[in-house]
């Protein structure tokens, strides 16, 4: 079975190739540094513009979660949880604090000789 991406293979590289030629150009002594970032800069624009086909992208949306995906998630739905019960915490405190500074004006105000 042969897929789009086989077929377009050597238009465009694969990410296995892309992140091989990074590590290669990272180990690498380099006499100019601006000319290597330049480098790694094409190398993930052109690894950005490629696109998964119907049939790939299908495959990657069905996939089973992963275990570290699925923890990864869990952590961030309670850390969101988490952050709106001290942001209403907070918003509660403080309007509770208005609320008692308005009150005691009233109170200031209505007992003045």
Known sequence: MTSDLDAAAPDSPSAKSVLDRL???LAAPAADDLQTLLKIGGDLDALDHR???VDEAAAWQARPETRREYIRAMLARQSGF??????GFG???VLT???GAMLAMHYVVVHQP
């Open 23 to 25: 590590r290669a150009d």
């Open 91 to 93: 918003a509660g405190f």
């Open 82 to 87: 988490r952050l709106g019960l001290l942001v």
């Open 51 to 53: 696109h998964l086909g």
């Open 97 to 99: 604090g208005l609320f």
